[in-house]
């Protein structure tokens, strides 16, 4: 009887549209997570919200390490190729002001970054600003604009407080929308706010994302390129530390968000574990951690790595779960 049912629950999963296992992208676990180490990491500095490029041959950082302009500054790095060391960080010193400067994204075409800067010509208590660039081999950035003020023509930055820019272009429309946290007016505290970009090229008006939001502090998000994984910052109660990273998954684009939870370790441990980056094919997570071989310090960058499953192997894993289910249902633990 429990074969049976599980495997007409198999059949009823696979044959519902847009869920199929050769849509649906599948991974293991986490493996151990890896300290970038110097000379991106300091032994002094905080060095954290690290984005790398679609090759992952450039990195762009935050850092507060001496030789910038004075507290939070973007910073970059690069490498011949995936097995060589990093080189030296440089200032992105067009981009970088005496206020905070930091949190920085690509755009999908990476021509275009957004990052956070709490400079004094903005609208608020920090604002999310643009820069572009012609070649996107170059780090020739032409100088940041503010993407404007809510109630005077703008529709992103407000009086308050909107950090942590993050983007998602729909595979299918091709449609991007920018993710942001803000602490505006009818926030809980720091939620998560959408702004898509609309026929005109310009971007909507900020919407909030309760699938991301809690009562706590929701910052950072990143979305994996098919749409269906999520990742959120997030000192949500009963994480392990005091900033997680959060998971929420989806079966198909068009289809709710689920319950986000709280991604296991070694990912996540008792200390400050947050802002991720997710390469292109879905297998490394990068992000600040204050974790040290003797407790919480300051803020480095890591990763970690996992493996994508074989179809077959998916499907294996599939079963266990139905079974798993369907014990559980029956009393047959």
Not at 23 to 45: H, I, K, L, Q, R
Not at 224 to 230: C, Q, V
Not at 296 to 317: F, H, L, P, S, V
Request: glycine share 10%; proline share 6%.
């Amino acid at each position: 009887m429990r074969r049976s049912l599980t495997v007409c629950l198999l059949a009823c999963y696979l044959a519902t549209p847009g869920s199929s296992s050769q849509g649906t992208e599948m991974y293991g676990d986490w493996f151990a997570a890896v300290n970038v180490g110097p000379p991106v990491n300091t032994a002094d500095s905080n060095d954290t919200y690290a984005v790398l490029s679609r090759d992952e041959l450039t990195m762009y950082f935050t850092s507060d390490r001496p030789g910038g302009f004075g507290g939070d500054d973007l910073w970059f790095t690069t490498r011949a190729s995936l097995d060589d060391p990093w080189e030296v960080p440089t200032n992105l010193s067009a981009l970088n002001t005496g206020a905070a400067d930091s949190l920085a994204v690509l755009s999908p075409d990476e021509h275009v970054m957004f990052f956070h800067s709490t400079r004094s010509d903005g609208c608020g208590a920090g604002d999310i600003w643009m820069t572009r660039r012609h070649n996107r081999r170059s780090q020739d950035w032409d100088p940041p604009v503010n993407l404007g003020c809510v109630g005077s023509g703008g529709t992103v930055n407000t009086a308050a407080t909107e950090i942590a820019p993050a983007l998602f272009e729909d595979p299918e429309s091709g449609h991007v929308t920018l993710f942001y946290g803000s602490n505006r007016p009818g926030s809980q505290n720091f939620d998560v706010y959408a702004s898509p970009v609309g026929e005109d090229g310009y971007f909507g008006p900020g919407v909030l994302v309760p699938e991301f939001s809690s009562a706590g502090r929701d910052t950072r998000i990143f979305i994996r390129r098919d749409g269906l994984e999520a990742f959120i910052t997030s000192d949500r109660v009963s994480g392990r530390g005091l900033i997680d990273i959060w998971t929420s998954t989806r079966d198909t684009r068009s289809d709710p968000w689920r319950t986000a939870i709280d991604v296991p370790s070694p990912v996540n441990g008792v200390c400050d574990d947050g802002s991720p980056w997710l390469s292109r094919d879905g297998t490394k997570l990068y992000f600040f951690s204050t974790r040290t071989g003797l407790g919480c310090g300051k803020r480095d960058i890591w990763y970690a790595t996992r493996e994508k499953m074989k179809q077959e192997n998916a499907i294996e894993a599939m079963v266990g779960g139905f079974n798993r289910m369907v014990a559980r249902l029956t009393g047959n633990h």
